[in-house]
Each structure stands twice: as structure tokens, then as C-alpha cells.
């Protein structure tokens, strides 16, 4: 049987882009998922992200939390919680708590003042690339699923702007080798793949700091 | 004249209807311009898809429904002699449609409703515009009620006569409205606003669509009927001669209203949630709706054909030139005719079921209602506005050839610009996009006719201007007219004493038809969604 | 309603166009019903439910069963995903001639799919899966474009469908699937 599962994957290597062998997630915004969502609490969160406020600041490796979409926020700690995602350090602090405590994290740092991006780089090449895309690379502009000024959307696209830009860059560079694969259908992942290492450089400054 | 006092109400629906008309043909020009891809600096799909949102409701909701509700008003009180029912009921129904309008206006301009004029969900606009949109039907109702209450008090008043055909049709309309609008209406009340109000948390997309779709045919002849009216009623002494039939006219309607209303389906052919059992019975259902149009082609040609010859019109054709073609009314039916047979073509291209496949959310959909609606039917509606206007203003329009410079404009404007947006869809365009970003040679083929669009849409919208100039100037610098002089002059009926069969003088048995059809086509389609399990989706941004 | 005291009324040139009126509509019907039943000639149908948000997590649409598979069969089944802003996998290769179905689900929105003058045309509903048969008589390039709004990007939603002459398949497909 698993021969056959072998041979069929190489069958459809020839004949697909892209094959990944487990889901890239195991969170679905479910009706179940919605309503433990709905139910985060802002107080509850606040105490729950004490430990959190210390790494996530500006200038430091973790990114910045404040104002991001709360859907995303929750999928991201799932995922650390069940390896979807790989990080040591994530992975050993929300081991232990529940889902409900996940979604109150989320509503607390998802009501909090967004960053501004004052601090960001406009170049041409990034100015295209975020409004227009490349249609020979079938790369969508970033705005269309990050939305103007990069403030994410409902119900689970990430607000970017005013992110830390080092952050970014390491994001984009871990999507293209795949060393980050929790995004459903590898969307990002194929984005960053036809990415080169200037025009990410260039999107990290454009909306980072 | 008794009717004097409704003159305010009816002139507000009129230029609130053809107000919103000339801010969206402004809108409609942008898209053309921005879509063609022509000037990158106006490159921006937010504001596109804002605008298309915008556009789509001012032409499909709010230039329609106030421009019916006015007509209506008018045409009970003129040709049924009466003065208008429940007057405080008409303000009332006008004040809830107006404030629907600007609470959805809001939002759409804001870009915080940019679904469409179908508004799909999951994609979930800001909950002001399901209310603004759910008012504006509400509003309409009042109106849909004074109509059946003045048909029916007038029957009690006139034991045994004949209902004037304008009434007749009208009441068609008003009760083809009532059944039509609780689809769209159990959408936004029951699915729509709860969701966005975030009072539940998923709504089924299937059942949201199959709601939908159950208006989303019969709103058509909902906006068809009045353009009938004026073929029936207006054009035949317009053109100097009479209405060539009576009973089939009646019967015309009639059928409109019972075939209109159960066939929603073929706007789903490509939809997974209903099965080929109840796409098939929709699509012949679809082909059945063709025969009022085609007795209607017939009567009004065989009317005018009568004036023509009357005129001295001979030969096979020699009648086409003796018609007054210097007369609106008489031109506007020519032209709406011309973009009837190529209108009414292309929809049974979108009827023909498996063949749909081809044309299905191409650019061929938006160019084909364009034709039929924005064609076909405004047209009559410009006819219908000059026709009364000196009822309603007490003044004669602006001398001149205005009016038919604007109706000839209108008609080029519609076939440059319609017929281009047919091929874009034959050639595969999509519809619903904002620029051409597929790296496809298939694409190279668009540009000419994206080009020739915005050539349309300019003499259109200088058309539109030229209308609503028209109409102010008349209202306010017209030669003021007599009461007599203003008159509407309706077809002659047959003479007073005659009776038409009951079935149509009434429309008893044919409501009973209409909700035994309703529930063949319609009861398990949406019985299935409550019957089996299925899973709803959140709301999405855009 | 008071009774009536006289029949329809039909002038007799009425009686003629009300006869050509039929037959035209008997036309259409006939063939519509004709292609329907005999040719098989239909759009999409019939009601199959799945969770779109949960799609990566079900048994068919799970990330690594998408793209095209050969049953033992021969029969060529394609199963999509459409996400804002693509159909995944991206580009997908079937051999010409052949009857190929698609299996396509929304993990989002509504969309709509579409190849450019061929029948491969279908909305695909979230929360419903959509099934369609067809086959791709040339070779060459087609691009499957997305035809609904389904938000800003909508503009950008297309994927490549590369159709493949039969030899070319054979070559690229090993002949023994078995294991």
C-alpha cells in the first residue's frame, strides 16, 4: 500500500506543482472554532499575554501582536501548539492552554492599536509588486488579500504593516524554502517561491520597520 | 383635477429615479474608462468595484423601483379616474425606499458594501447596506398595496366593467412584485443582516443563492411591465392608429406575471447545489416566458402597422415610414423593438440550459442586460417621462428636437456599446473583472473591443445629461398648457359595456396558479437546504 | 368578480403568429429536451455538501490528493481547490480526447471557474462541491480563469491548464501503477 501511495505521488509530481504529505493545518474556522472565537475575552487575555509582551516588541526577534486579526493570531498558536508550526520556544509556551485561553490571547492583542508604518521604504519595485502584482508570475498584488495599507482582513489574512521588517524578510524567506508551511494550500509558499531575494528585501521594507 | 395633490409624490419618485440614473451613468463612464485599462493612473480596484457595487444598485433598485412607484401612482389615478387610495400610505412608502436608499448609499460610496448589486454572500458587506436595501423593499410594498386596493375598490364601483388595461397591467406588476420580492426579502431578513450583525455565526451560501435566484428573474418583468405599458397604452395613439388586440394584451400579462415568476433557475444552471431535474424544468419553464414578449411584438408591430397605413403607408414595408418617427413615444417603441430582437435573442442563448456553459458569467451577461435593460426597457421609460411630463408639470416639454436627439443617442450609445461587450464574452472575458491581468495571449483579442466600449458609454452618458436636461428645463421654463392639453392620451379600450372573460378582469386563480407553481419549482429546492445537512460560511472581507 | 358574457377574442391573423409563437417555443424546448436526455448535453448538477472550512482536513480535498489521479481504471479525475486568489494546483496537465472530470470546491468564497470557449464552466459554491465532465478535443495552453467576484484579487484568480496530445500523456505517465 505504501509503494502504491509512493508511485502515485510521483505520478502526481509530474503532473501537479507542490505535494505535502500531512494538511499545512489542522485549524478550521468551523462553526465550533467561530464561537470559541466570538467568546474570546480582551481581560482574560491581558492577563494570559503578560508573558508575551517581553519578546513581542519592536526591535526584538518575535514579531509585533498589537492590532492583528484575531482569527489569525488564534490559527498561529494552534499551530505552534501542534507542530503545524516549529518553533521551540512558541511551541513550549502554549503548550497547556486551552482553546478558549488561545482565542482570549487573540481578542486582547487583536483590540489593541494597530502599528502605523511610518518608518516604511516605498521603492518602485515594491510599489508594483504591492499593487499590481506580476501577472507572468501569476502573483496577485499583495493588497489584494492584505488589503490597503496592509491591515489584513477577515477572516484569517495578517495585517503586515508596521510589522517588524526583519521579521518579514525571515517570513518570506522561510515560505520560500518551505521551512514555514502552515498556510493552507501553500499560497504563500508559491508567492515567495517566485520571489527573488531583492524583491523581498524590497516588500519587507515597504511595509515593515 | 383631483389628482393634482399627488403631483409633488409622483414628480419626487421621478427625479429621485432618473437623479440616481444620471449619477450612474457618471459611474458607468468611470468603469468603462478604468476597465479598458487605458489610463494606468485610474488603475484601482477598490474604487472600481465600489463604483460597480454603486452603479449596479442606483440602475437595477433605485432608478427601477421609484420610477414604477411613480408611473403607478400615475397611471391608477389617470386611467382609472379615481384619486389615489391612502395617499398617506404612498408618502410613507416613499419615505421608508428613499431613507433604504441613502442608508445602503452610505456604505457603497464608502466602499464598505462592495458586494455587488447581487450581493453574494460569504463576502459580507457592513450591515447598513442589507438594512438600506431591505427598507427600499419594504417601501415598495406600500405602493404594490394601493395598487391591488385601487383595482379592487374601483371593480366594486364598476360591477362587471372592463379594468382599463394600464390598471390592468399595473396591478399585474404590483402583485408580481408582492410574490417576487419575499425571495430577496427572507435573504436579507432572515440570513444577510442576522449574519452581519454577527447575531449568527455561518449562513448557507446554497439557500442564500436559490433565494435569491427566486427574485432575480421575475424583478425583470417587475421593470418590464411599465416599458409594456407604454407599447400598449401610449404608443398606439402616439402613432395615430389604435391598439390592434385587447384580449391578448390582457393575456400578455397575464402571463408575464404566471411565467416570470417560477423559473428563477437559469440563473443557477451552473450552480452545484440543485440537481439537472429542477435546472430542466426552470429552463422550459424560461422558454414558456417567451410567449407574452412574442404576442407583444406582434400586437404593438400590427398596431403601428395600422397607423402606418392609416397614414397612407403602402407595400410590405411603406408603412414604417409613414409613422411618426418625430414623435418620442413612437420613436422610442422603434428603437426598444431593434434592441428587443437583439436583446431577446441573446437571452435565449442564456436560457438554452447546458449551452450556458459557454456565455455563463462572461462578459456576454453584463452586455446582454445592458441591451435589454439599459436598452430596451429605459428607452420606454424616457418615452413614458415625456409623455407625462406636461401632466405633471402643467407645462409642454421644450420645443424642439431634443427629446428624440437624446432618444437616437441613447439607442447608438447602447448597440456601440453593448455589442463590443458580447463578443469580450464569446471571447471568454470574465465578467466582474476591474483590469486584464490573465498573461494569456487569449486577452490580446479584448482590446479593440474594450475601446469601442468607452465610446458607448460617452454618447450615453451625454445622452442622460441631454434627458435629464430636458426634463428640468420643461418643468421649469415649459410653456404652461391647459389641463385638457395634458391629458394621457391611453389607447382606446373596447366600448363601455363590454366585457372581458373574468380571467382578465382578475387575478383570483391566477395567484392560485402562481403559488401551486411556486411550490413545484421552488418548494423542495428550498426544502432540500433544511432537509439535509449542509454547512454555512462565515463572512469574508473583499 | 361578475361572470363574463363573451369568449376570448383572438383576431385570426393572432390565431396564425400564436402558431408560429408555439412552434418556436416547441423548437427550443425539443432541443433542449432532445440534448438533455439523448446527448447527455447539461450543465452542472446535483447537491454533494462538504465543509469548506475544513476542506485540508477532509478525505478528498486534502492538500496532497489535489491535481489530476488515474484511477485504475483510466479514468482521468482532476480535484481543485478554489482560494482566493487561484485554482490549486496552479497548473495541471491532462491528455487531449479523453473524458476528464473535475472535482472543485471553495475553501472561501463563491467563484466561479471557467476555461475560455470550452463547456469546463461551473460556480463553485462554498459549503457544495462541483462536479463536471468534459474533454479537450486540442492540445495547447488554456488558462481556467476565475468568473465571480470573489474580492480585489479577483482580477488575478487564474490558473494553466496545459492539455497534452494522447502520445505525449503515455510518455509521461509510468505504465504500471500497480505495486
Redesign the interface.
Known amino acids: 500500500m505504501n509503494r502504491f501511495l509512493n508511485i502515485s505521488a510521483i505520478i502526481m509530481a509530474f503532473l501537479t506543482e507542490g505535494v505535502w504529505a500531512e494538511p499545512s493545518s489542522k485549524v478550521a474556522f468551523t462553526p465550533e472554532v467561530l464561537k470559541t472565537l466570538s467568546a474570546g475575552q480582551t481581560k482574560k487575555g491581558e492577563e494570559i499575554a503578560q508573558s508575551c509582551v517581553g519578546c513581542h516588541v519592536l526591535g526584538g526577534a518575535a514579531p509585533l501582536l498589537d492590532g492583528q486579526i484575531g482569527a489569525y493570531l488564534f490559527k498561529q498558536l494552534k499551530d505552534y501548539q501542534d507542530g503545524s508550526r516549529m518553533n521551540e520556544l512558541m511551541t513550549g509556551l502554549v503548550r497547556g492552554l486551552s482553546d478558549q485561553d488561545l482565542a482570549d490571547i487573540a481578542a486582547y492583542f487583536s483590540q489593541l492599536k494597530a502599528p502605523s508604518s511610518t518608518k516604511s521604504k516605498v521603492t518602485e519595485m515594491a510599489e508594483v509588486l504591492v499593487h499590481s502584482g506580476d501577472p507572468r508570475r501569476i502573483l496577485p498584488p499583495c493588497v489584494a488579500c492584505h488589503e490597503r495599507d496592509g491591515r489584513g482582513q477577515k477572516i484569517d489574512v495578517p495585517a503586515i504593516r508596521g510589522q517588524s521588517a526583519a521579521y518579514l524578510h525571515q517570513t518570506l524567506k522561510d515560505y520560500k524554502s518551505g521551512q514555514r508551511h502552515n498556510d493552507l494550500l501553500g499560497r504563500m509558499r508559491a508567492i515567495s517561491q517566485e520571489l527573488n531575494e531583492k524583491e523581498i528585501k524590497a516588500l519587507a521594507e515597504y511595509y515593515g520597520q | 383635477m383631483p389628482e393634482s395633490s399627488f403631483k409633488p409624490l409622483i414628480l419626487s419618485h421621478f427625479w429621485l429615479a432618473f437623479g440616481s440614473f444620471g449619477l450612474a451613468c457618471v459611474l458607468g463612464v468611470y468603469q468603462v474608462l478604468e476597465r479598458s485599462g487605458l489610463i494606468p493612473l485610474m488603475q484601482s480596484p477598490e474604487v472600481y468595484f465600489a463604483s460597480v457595487s454603486t452603479h449596479g444598485v442606483l440602475m437595477a433598485f433605485v432608478l427601477t423601483t421609484f420610477f414604477i412607484m411613480g408611473f403607478g401612482y400615475l397611471v391608477a389615478t389617470t386611467s382609472l379616474k379615481m384619486p389615489l387610495a391612502h395617499p398617506k400610505w404612498a408618502t410613507a412608502g416613499f419615505s421608508v425606499s428613499a431613507l433604504g436608499t441613502l442608508m445602503a448609499a452610505i456604505p457603497l460610496l464608502l466602499g464598505k458594501a462592495s458586494v455587488l448589486y447581487t450581493f453574494y454572500p460569504p463576502v459580507q458587506a457592513n450591515v447598513f447596506f442589507y438594512l438600506g436595501a431591505a427598507l427600499l423593499v419594504v417601501g415598495s410594498w406600500f405602493w404594490a398595496v394601493i395598487m391591488v386596493v385601487m383595482f379592487g375598490l374601483w371593480k366594486k364601483a364598476h360591477p362587471g366593467a372592463t379594468v382599463p388595461l394600464p390598471m390592468f397591467a399595473t396591478t399585474a406588476n404590483a402583485i408580481l412584485w408582492l410574490w417576487t420580492s419575499v425571495g430577496v426579502a427572507l435573504e436579507v431578513v432572515f440570513q444577510l443582516i442576522p449574519w452581519a450583525l454577527g447575531w449568527i455565526d455561518t449562513i448557507d451560501v446554497g439557500l442564500a443563492r436559490t433565494l435569491f435566484a427566486w427574485t432575480l428573474h421575475p424583478i425583470v418583468y417587475f421593470w418590464l411591465i411599465p416599458a409594456y405599458i407604454v407599447l400598449y397604452s401610449l404608443v398606439p395613439k402616439a402613432a395615430g392608429g389604435a391598439l390592434f388586440s385587447h384580449d391578448l394584451a390582457r393575456l400578455a400579462f397575464v402571463l408575464l406575471l404566471v411565467f416570470g415568476l417560477p423559473i428563477g433557475f437559469h440563473h443557477l444552471y451552473m450552480d452545484p447545489e440543485h440537481g439537472q431535474g429542477f435546472k430542466m424544468i426552470h429552463a422550459v419553464g424560461t422558454f414558456f416566458v417567451m410567449l407574452p414578449t412574442l404576442m407583444t411584438g406582434f400586437t404593438v408591430i400590427a398596431s403601428l402597422e395600422q397607423a402606418g397605413r392609416k397614414k397612407g403607408g403602402k407595400g410590405l414595408f411603406g408603412w414604417i415610414g409613414k409613422l411618426p418617427w418625430d414623435h418620442p413615444v413612437v420613436l422610442a417603441a422603434i428603437l426598444a423593438f431593434l434592441m428587443l430582437i437583439a436583446g431577446g435573442f441573446g437571452g435565449i442563448v442564456n436560457a438554452s440550459y447546458g449551452m450556458n456553459a459557454m456565455v455563463h458569467n462572461t462578459a456576454w451577461v453584463p452586455g446582454h442586460f445592458h441591451l435589454i435593460f439599459g436598452g430596451t426597457t429605459v428607452i420606454l421609460y424616457f418615452a413614458a417621462a415625456y409623455a407625462v411630463w406636461p401632466k405633471l408639470t402643467g407645462r409642454a416639454l421644450i420645443e424642439g428636437s431634443l427629446p428624440l436627439v437624446q432618444l437616437w443617442s441613447w439607442f447608438i450609445g447602447m448597440i456601440i456599446l453593448s455589442t463590443p461587450w458580447h463578443i469580450l464574452g464569446l471571447l471568454g472575458q470574465p465578467r466582474r473583472i476591474s483590469s486584464v491581468a490573465y498573461n494569456s495571449l487569449l486577452t490580446l483579442a479584448w482590446d479593440p473591443y474594450e475601446l469601442a466600449m468607452i465610446i458607448g458609454g460617452l454618447i450615453l452618458l451625454g445622452s442622460a445629461f441631454l434627458f435629464l436636461h430636458i426634463l428640468l428645463a420643461s418643468q421649469r421654463k415649459g410653456l404652461r398648457i391647459a389641463a385638457e392639453e395634458a391629458e394621457i392620451h391611453y389607447a382606446d379600450e373596447e366600448p363601455e359595456g363590454t366585457r372581458v372573460p373574468a380571467l382578465l378582469n382578475g387575478f383570483g386563480v391566477w395567484n392560485l396558479v402562481i403559488l401551486l407553481l411556486m411550490l413545484a419549482n421552488f418548494g423542495y429546492p428550498i426544502a432540500q437546504f433544511f432537509l439535509f445537512k449542509t454547512f454555512g460560511s462565515t463572512g469574508w472581507g473583499y | 368578480?361578475?361572470?363574463?358574457?363573451?369568449?376570448?377574442?383572438?383576431?385570426p391573423?393572432?390565431k396564425k403568429?400564436?402558431k408560429v409563437?408555439?412552434a418556436?417555443?416547441a423548437l427550443?424546448?425539443g432541443v433542449?429536451?432532445y440534448?438533455?436526455f439523448f446527448q447527455h448535453?447539461?450543465?452542472?448538477?446535483?447537491?454533494?455538501?462538504?465543509?469548506?472550512?475544513?476542506l485540508?482536513?477532509s478525505e478528498e480535498f486534502?492538500?496532497?490528493r489535489?491535481?489530476?489521479?488515474?484511477a485504475p481504471d483510466g479514468a482521468i479525475k482532476v480535484t481543485l481547490?478554489a482560494?482566493?486568489?487561484?485554482f490549486?494546483?496552479?497548473?495541471?496537465?491532462v491528455p487531449a480526447g479523453r473524458p476528464i472530470t473535475f472535482r472543485i470546491a471553495s475553501?472561501?468564497?463563491?467563484h466561479?471557474l471557467?476555461v475560455?470557449?470550452t463547456?469546463?464552466?461551473?460556480?463553485?459554491?462554498?459549503?457544495?462541491?462541483?462536479?463536471v465532465t468534459t474533454r479537450f478535443p486540442k492540445p495547447g495552453?488554456y488558462?481556467l480563469?476565475?468568473?465571480?467576484?470573489?474580492?480585489?484579487?479577483?482580477?488575478?484568480?487564474?490558473?494553466?491548464l496545459q492539455v497534452v496530445s494522447q502520445e505525449d500523456w503515455d510518455a509521461?505517465?509510468?505504465s504500471s501503477?500497480?505495486?
Open positions: 368578480m361578475s361572470s363574463s358574457s363573451r369568449p376570448l377574442h383572438i383576431d391573423l393572432e403568429w400564436l409563437a408555439f418556436l417555443i427550443f424546448v433542449i429536451l440534448t438533455g448535453v447539461h450543465p452542472p448538477g446535483g447537491m454533494e455538501t462538504i465543509d469548506s472550512a475544513a485540508h482536513l486534502a492538500e496532497d489535489l491535481g489530476v489521479s488515474v481547490v482560494a482566493r486568489y487561484g490549486y494546483p496552479r497548473s495541471i496537465k475553501a472561501d468564497v463563491l466561479g471557467h475560455p470557449m463547456n469546463l464552466a461551473t460556480m463553485v459554491v462554498p459549503g457544495y462541491i462541483s462536479t495552453e488558462p480563469l476565475c468568473n465571480e467576484y470573489c474580492g480585489m484579487g479577483h482580477d488575478h484568480m487564474w490558473s494553466q509521461l505517465t509510468p501503477k500497480e505495486p
